[in-house]
Nanobody, 117 residues
Framework: QVQLVESGGGLVQAGGSLRLSCAASGNIRTLNAMGWYRQAPGKQRELVAVIMGGGTTNYADDVKGRFTISRDIAKNTVYLQMNSLKPEDTAVYYC???????????WGQGTQVTVSS
């Protein structure tokens, strides 16, 4: 089992920045990748950014150049630095971790990000 605890959401004006954190605990050695998803009202959950076990990163097209995913292995924590935020970035952001062998997905509880215009 893996537990994910997110923090760092909030309200920010357009053009501002926020940093989300996701601390993982439990059987983290089974994990292959960690990432961030978001879900806006009335929309499906979508991938924002992911970082693989080897450090490779991948981003959704609409956040490239604005968001950066990183990790602190010693702290078992993944971060999402969000710059130049837009109102359309408003959503609940979820931390995700995927097991290497089973591809089972763990989810955090979600943190609200609201960008005002």
């Amino acid at each position: 089992q893996v537990q994910l605890v997110e923090s760092g959401g909030g309200l920010v004006q357009a053009g501002g920045s926020l940093r989300l954190s996701c601390a993982a605990s439990g059987n983290i050695r089974t994990l292959n990748a960690m990432g961030w998803y978001r879900q806006a009202p009335g929309k499906q959950r979508e991938l924002v950014a992911v970082i693989m076990g080897g450090g490779t990163t991948n981003y959704a097209d609409d956040v490239k150049g604005r968001f950066t995913i990183s990790r602190d292995i010693a702290k078992n924590t993944v971060y999402l630095q969000m710059n130049s935020l837009k109102p359309e970035d408003t959503a609940v952001y979820y931390c995700n971790a995927q097991e290497y062998i089973t591809s089972f997905n763990y989810w955090g509880q979600g943190t609200q990000v609201t960008v005002s215009s």
